[in-house]
């Protein structure tokens, strides 16, 4: 299995590109604990470049875009584990239980053969991985920005909020190197491994959250929740835990979620009044990427116009937690206004928030 990691441009596309950004998907799932994910991806790398047929690794090798940016992978790879969690195809019980001496390309072979208008569905659209455990980031950044002498009370707004987990961030826990934060017990509880110093200890309030996906998901819908399951990693179980509590608590209270994309929701969000003393914060979370380069565009022109209109009691901040595609590695950057618009690292963590690095630490995923 390759375990190394190939620095290729994550806008590349076209042939050549197909079985490198599944080799990078091997090695980011590998270095990331995911081993089955990693042999799932791996299977499919073979077949592909052992020129295996059907209509699905043909429409693969055709991809018409990036296939990194657009995670053509996980899309397969989430279509595969839904056939598995439905007991659709039994053989792929032995590689998702990571059992040893099988033949993960063959396994892998028969079930898109046997499933392929089901899996051709998968790649209709980019995951949906929705993460709960990403919003201890968004806390330490409060934190942070609470230290910084910005009002302590925070109007959030999130961007590819897919079933809107993280806009349920005032219901969890937070121990965050010590610092708690939140209602006790919380709906969940998050205390990630602690890398550096610990965060300031500050009272900070979330005066509301809401937020924007184009194809937002009703947890409370078994057939779409099952859809964000099958794009977590098996190896992670606590994270099919948090997925039943974040199940649990939409059901009691929806979260504030639009069915919008990403400029759209951004340009129509600012354009309405701020309260004074509160801290308007835009985030997002392993999103980026799947926002098309035209809107990326307008959300930063949006941003920064509002920016140049912020003040001392309206101040405006934007939390990024994407990949560092250079360092392969994730990382928190946080630009405010006024007084510090240049983006500033302030944690590396884990994707789905199984450590944090406060201030920029260099562990590796």
């Not at 900070?204 to 924007?212: D, E, Q, R, V």
Request: overall charge negative; glycine content about 8%.
């Amino acid at each position: 299995m390759a375990e190394d990691y190939q620095f290729i441009d994550i806008n590349a596309s076209g042939p050549g590109i197909i079985v490198a950004a599944f080799d990078n998907q091997v090695a980011y799932c590998t270095t990331s604990g995911a081993t089955v994910t990693a042999r799932i991806c791996a299977a499919l790398r073979d077949l592909i470049g052992a020129g295996e047929g059907g209509a699905v690794l043909e429409r693969v090798r055709s991809w018409p875009g990036a296939p990194l940016a657009d995670a053509l992978p996980l899309r397969l790879a989430g279509g595969l584990h839904a056939l598995h969690l439905k007991g659709a195809e039994p053989a792929l019980k032995a590689i998702y239980d990571d059992q040893d001496g099988t033949d993960d390309a063959a396994i892998v072979a028969q079930a898109l053969h046997r499933h392929e208008a089901a899996l051709l569905a998968w790649l209709d659209g980019p995951p949906q991985t929705n993460e709960a455990g990403r919003s201890a980031n968004f806390i330490a950044a409060m934190l942070w920005l609470a230290d910084k002498g910005l009002p302590p009370k925070f109007a959030c707004l999130e961007i590819g909020s897919s079933a809107g987990i993280n806009l349920m961030l005032d219901r969890y826990h937070y121990d965050l190197g010590g610092v708690q934060v939140g209602p006790e017990p919380g709906a969940m509880r998050f205390a990630p491994e602690w890398q550096g110093d610990s965060p300031p200890d500050r009272a900070i309030a979330i005066a509301s959250a809401k937020g924007c996906d184009v194809a937002p998901v009703d947890l409370t819908d078994p057939e779409q929740a099952l859809r964000l399951k099958a794009y977590i990693w098996p190896e992670h179980t606590v994270r099919f835990e948090r997925m039943a509590a974040a199940i649990a608590e939409a059901t009691k209270a929806a979260p504030d979620l639009v069915e919008m994309n990403a400029a759209d929701f951004v340009e129509a969000e600012l354009a309405r009044p701020q309260e004074p003393g509160t801290t308007r914060m835009l985030m997002h979370s392993i999103v980026w990427q799947y926002v098309p380069a035209d809107q990326q565009a307008r959300v930063t022109a949006a941003m920064e116009a509002a920016g140049a209109r912020a003040t001392p009691e309206r101040p405006l901040v934007w939390v990024s937690l994407e990949a560092n595609r250079v360092l392969h590695i994730h990382e928190m950057t946080v630009r405010f206004w006024p007084g510090g618009s240049e983006p500033v690292v302030v944690t590396r963590a884990h994707p789905h928030g199984a450590w944090i690095g406060w201030g920029g630490s260099d562990r590796l995923i």
